[in-house]
């Protein structure tokens, strides 16, 4: 079974720019989660879809938002983007939302690069 | 407060040894799971093992293991026989189970594993 792919694996932009990340998740998984990863703040969740609906948000202005297509894939979309927006984004998929118990998979990250 | 602490920024262990990571969390709900990701220098969070909090045995998945102690609020990765490709960076997460934004994965800061030859 593949994992999740993200793509593109890498992205350099310039400050004002918008970007957007892609990320399919596991084949039958409907859930999707987004992560910021940076040196200084660590991993920091963004937001999580299922059914093609936001359920959760983490504290991240709204330059960041994200949509779920009906077969699954999400993508994030980066708005104005700042100096700070440079991290690591990794997505991840598990079976169902709204449980403790499910792991999440996550994909290879998309390296992003404010300049 | 940090919901998930790992004191150990980075540690060091001998190829074939055994190795224990440490990690304490700190929540009010009933239910909640404990994950265990590695990291290696490409980026991508592996994940290795999930303990929940109403399992009363320890997790185990091949070389690796959670050593769970519920009152004291500790999940502990232990890596048996060290290998060098387990040089890469081990972050512990929470998920607690009271719905609503606390479904995300809380992650801790990580601890760097050098295993040296």
């Known amino acids: 079974k593949a994992g999740v792919t993200q793509t593109p694996r890498y992205l350099i932009k310039t400050r004002g720019q918008q970007v957007t990340l892609s990320c399919s998740p596991i084949s039958g998984h409907r859930s999707v989660s987004w992560y910021q990863q940076t040196p200084g703040q660590g991993l920091q969740f963004l937001f999580e879809?299922?059914?093609?609906?936001?359920?959760n948000k983490g504290n991240f202005p709204g330059r960041f938002s994200g949509r779920q297509f009906s077969n699954s894939r999400s993508e994030m979309n980066v708005s104005t983007l700042e100096l700070g927006d440079s991290a690591l984004y990794l997505c991840?998929?598990?079976?169902?939302?709204?449980?403790?118990?499910?792991?999440?998979?996550f994909g290879p990250g998309t390296r992003l690069t404010v300049l | 407060a940090q919901k998930i602490t790992q004191t150990q920024p980075g540690m060091f262990v001998q190829e074939k040894e055994a190795v224990t990571l440490d990690c304490t969390y700190d929540t009010s709900d009933q239910s909640y799971g404990l994950f265990w990701y590695k990291q290696p220098s490409s980026g991508e969070m592996i994940f290795l093992i999930y303990?929940?909090?109403?399992?009363?045995q320890n997790a185990t998945e091949g070389r690796y293991s959670l050593n769970f102690q519920k009152a004291r609020k500790s999940a502990n990765l232990v890596i048996s026989a060290s290998q060098l490709g387990d040089s890469a960076m081990y972050f512990c997460?929470?998920?607690?189970?009271?719905?609503?934004?606390?479904?995300?994965?809380?992650f801790g800061k990580g601890t760097l594993l050098t295993v040296n030859p």
């Open positions: 879809y299922f059914s093609e609906t936001q359920r």
């Open positions: 991840a998929s598990s079976l169902g939302a709204g449980v403790y118990y499910n792991e999440q998979f």
């Open positions: 303990q929940g909090s109403y399992d009363e």
């Open positions: 997460a929470m998920r607690e189970g009271s719905g609503g934004s606390n479904y995300k994965l809380t």
